[in-house]
RNA sequence: GUGGCUGUAGCUCAAUGGCAGAGCAUCGCACUGUGGAUGCGAGGGUUGUGGGUUCGACCCCCAUCAGCCACC
């Protein structure tokens, strides 16, 4: 079904580490590899010029979205979402399963499909996994998600029948799939049990799938749970496809993730937080907004090679906070995306030298997380 | 000069004799397959000043200061 276009190199392991080459219509993916997030095909205040500088290579966009505005046929007539959007580089769509779980307050699920109410309008909609692939494939995106339900991760007896109903849905997923030249990954759920997770991602691992992703994770468990998961998961999904860890995250669990066995990640993290004034560094978050920014002459990271720190000082970037100036989004998304797309290259070459282990205990050692449901 | 109105948080204003509050601003925290350039919280007061009435006064009375308006 697939055609030559999608290969992956496994080029070195270090440990469940990995580094790797995924080969797409619209270039390599080195991996491992952070791609920010283009809901409504745009990566919010980041033009494609300036994504492009911050090093990105893969963009994901939203299937869901995109379906209720401005609709898959307009997207289509306008050459797809590559063309549409104009980054020419690989792209990854989201199936539209994630708002099943995020817009639980107007969705009905059953075996079928799933019912919801359009967050614009309020509208009545009917999503599938047939309509889902169908939207994908309108779209054009290099990556396409199978149709999955992401289930609150506490209740072993739902997400038991959860888990199954994805997997059925993969399956008709597969058999409605038509373009050659798009990559369907398939997705392993079961919540926090570790019995499910194993037989989930036994199963995903047996359609053959040019890769797979781990979905239901960062949505309200702890640290300890999500990394339990990504270990039980890790030496059942097969070596020579990557692997796709759904919505995250934040510096610390792109390391983490690293070390059991991930090699692509995406995240609103970086430019929702730049929209809300925070900057990531290599010691942990800071608040630009905090007045002691309020007359530094320093960037936001010394050393940071990227558009905004080579050229901006805190004091300014706190004043465009302050004004309310549009510009202050734009400039911190490109530090936010460039801290983690640079976090992820240093990573790789670790891996590629034999060094991440060195790498990974320093970089944890360092980087001080903010939020205070860390650790545990 | 005469009369009137107004003085409460940094700002704009509530509170009609019963625990002085709100919005904005300031300060801080959060954000994980993006309904959200958002959400949550904190600090901040000699109610212009001085007297009086009252169990109790931002509120009523007297004086005074300041600003504004009108009329001489």
Not at 347 to 368: C, H, M, P, V, W
């Amino acid at each position: 079904m697939e055609d030559q276009s999608f290969s992956f190199k496994l080029e070195k392991q270090q440990g469940s580490a990995r580094a790797g080459n995924f080969t797409t219509p619209h270039g390599n993916i080195l991996t491992p590899v952070f791609a920010p997030v283009g809901t409504q095909a745009t990566v919010k205040a980041v033009s494609p010029a300036q994504l492009a500088e911050t090093g990105a290579s893969l963009v994901l966009a939203n299937t869901y979205h995109l379906y209720l505005r401005p609709g898959a046929d307009l997207v289509e007539a306008h050459g797809g979402l590559h063309s549409f959007m104009r980054w020419d580089g690989p792209m990854l769509t989201d199936s539209g399963g994630f708002q099943v779980f995020s817009l639980s307050d107007t969705r009905k699920v059953d075996d079928d499909g799933v019912t919801f109410k359009s967050h614009i309008d309020g509208s009545t909609h009917r999503l599938t996994p047939e309509l889902s692939i169908q939207v994908q494939e309108k779209l054009g995106a290099d990556i396409i998600m199978a149709f999955d339900e992401c289930a609150v991760p506490v209740d072993l007896a739902y997400n038991r029948k959860s888990m199954a109903r994805t997997h059925a849905w993969i399956e008709r997923c597969m058999r409605v799939k038509q373009r050659p030249d798009q990559a369907l990954f398939g997705i392993v759920q079961g919540g926090v049990f570790p019995e499910l997770r194993r037989e989930s991602a036994s199963f995903i691992a047996s359609l053959g799938l040019p890769g797979n992703a781990i979905g239901g994770l960062s949505v309200g468990e702890t640290k300890a749970q999500m990394h339990a998961m990504l270990e039980v998961v890790d030496p059942i999904l097969p070596t020579d496809k990557p692997r796709y860890l759904m919505g995250v995250g934040s510096p610390e669990d792109l390391v983490n993730g690293i070390l059991r066995g991930v090699d692509i990640f995406d995240c609103v993290l970086p430019t929702r937080l730049a929209r809300h004034q925070a900057a990531f560094t290599r010691y942990g978050r800071i608040n630009l907004m905090n007045s002691a920014n309020a007359s530094l002459k320093s960037p936001i990271e010394d050393g940071c090679q990227c558009y905004t720190c080579r050229n901006f000082t805190r004091a300014y970037l706190r004043h465009l906070i302050i004004a309310k100036e549009i510009l202050a989004a734009t400039l911190i998304s490109i530090h936010n995306i460039q801290f983690l797309v640079t976090l992820m290259k240093n990573a790789r070459q670790a891996i590629l030298d034999g060094t991440f282990n060195d790498f990974s205990a320093s970089f944890l050692a360092e980087y001080k997380p903010s939020s205070r449901k860390e650790q545990t």
